[in-house]
């Protein structure tokens, strides 16, 4: 019973320093640069998201994926996931593209969940994504805020 004891502490305390050796890093700081219309199917609606990742740490980040959930007055809009792979140096920044797909059924739900006085102006956002970078690598990060669509009476300047 005490051999068991002493070697339950010894792997709590080994499991414990490990943790200790891990690079402890800044969160990212991801913004929405634009978006551009993709060719579609059917009814789904495919369009890139341009995202800029910042890297406020002392060290790269190396990423071989990246996955994005696009959430719209609410409502989950959009899902892409890309295989690009890369590298951004320290205290640096990059524009990833991810391609997104928007279902019929995303469409109809973000119709309804409108209200009849709201417009395309100023519908809040929320992006959630994640960089894979192996077991310990993966980074996620979110990104929120208004998103303003052009509506049928816009004028552009």
């Excluded at 369009?47 to 959430?71: C, H, M, S, W």
């Excluded at 140096?89 to 990833?96: C, E, K, N, P, Q």
């Excluded at 391609?99 to 209200?115: D, H, Y």
Aim: aromatic share 6%; charged share 15%.
């Amino acid at each position: 019973m005490r051999r068991l004891l002493a070697l339950s502490l010894s792997l709590l305390l080994l499991s414990l320093s490990a943790c200790a050796l891990l690079p402890n890093r800044d969160p990212l700081n991801v913004n929405v640069v634009g978006f551009e219309p993709l060719p579609s199917q059917d009814m789904e609606v495919r369009f890139a998201v341009k995202i800029r990742v910042q890297n406020p740490n002392e060290t790269a980040i190396n990423y071989n994926g990246v996955a994005l959930d696009l959430e719209v007055n609410g409502q989950p809009l959009a899902s892409g996931v890309s295989d690009q792979t890369g590298t951004i140096a320290r205290f640096s920044d990059t524009v990833l593209t991810v391609p997104v797909s928007v279902s019929a059924f995303s469409v109809l739900r973000q119709t309804l969940g409108l209200s009849q006085t709201q417009t395309l102006n100023n519908l809040p956002y929320v992006l959630r994504g994640k960089l894979a970078g192996g077991l310990f690598g993966t980074l996620r990060f979110m990104d929120s805020g208004k998103l303003s669509l052009p509506g049928p009476n816009a004028t552009t300047r």
